[in-house]
């Protein structure tokens, strides 16, 4: 893992965005895998900026997002769908059609993850994969005790995660209790991985992710057998590592 500190969260933010436009620069055509929670936001807002700065088109890209929770129509604002279009998709020229999250909504949850699984491979895979990570090491909403070999797949959530995501819903009662993710091994096949990790609250996540154990007890840990990662972490983050 090449890890980049960084003073603070906005310096993360630049750093993740200034990559992620270099890649979206570089490529003829690229496939993106999303994240949502709090981590990313800033990256999204920087990103946008960029793309405004420099007239880049984004008509080349099409993303894949890790994860979406079940039973939240796309018009909810806490769904992840909601989320991406305000914080991304609504300001960029990216067709509407070539941004994919898994249907929490979807008849068949089984189905839905296999066509989510299908389309990624269609589309020839990730080439650079966004994460968050959870304070319990769970990427995507694959948590602790996920096997490594998992495709996309329905999850029921941590009671941890759930609370960690209630302040975006009224009470605790209206955080979904499943979601569809992609899985650990999903993430995995990425072709390269950008992690971040900011925060007091990361800060033995992001010790243990350092510590070279691989295990499935902390999801987080798979990353140090992918061949192409780049973790930025800020100070806070960093504080007990
Ligand atoms: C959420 C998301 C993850 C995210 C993580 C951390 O549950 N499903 O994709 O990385 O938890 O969230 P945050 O960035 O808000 O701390």
Known sequence: MNIIHVKNYEEMSQKA???????????????LGLATGGTPENTYTA?????????????HVQTFNLDEYVGLPAEDKNSYRHYMEQRLFDHIDIPKEKT?????????????CRAYENMIADAGGIDIQLLGIGSNGHIGFNEPGTPF?????????????????????????????????????????????????????????????????????????????????????????????
């Open 47 to 59: 990103l946008i900026a960029k793309a405004k700065e420099n007239g880049q088109s984004f008509s």
């Open 17 to 31: 965005a200034a990559l992620l436009f270099e890649r979206i620069q570089q490529s003829p055509k690229i496939t």
């Open 100 to 112: 994919h999250l898994p249907n929490g909504m979807a008849p068949s949850l089984e189905e839905e």
């Open 149 to 241: 070999s998992s495709k996309t797949h329905v999850v029921e959530l941590a009671e941890e995660t759930r609370k960690a995501n209630a302040r975006y819903f009224p009470t605790l009662e209206d955080v979904p209790k499943q979601a569809i993710t992609m899985g650990i091994q999903t993430i995995m096949e990425a072709k390269e991985i950008l992690l971040l990790i900011s925060g007091k609250a990361k800060a033995e996540a992001f010790a243990k992710l350092c510590s070279d154990e691989v295990t499935e007890a902390f999801p987080a840990s798979i990353l140090n057998k992918h061949p192409n990662v780049t973790v930025i972490a800020d100070e806070e983050a960093a504080s007990v590592y």
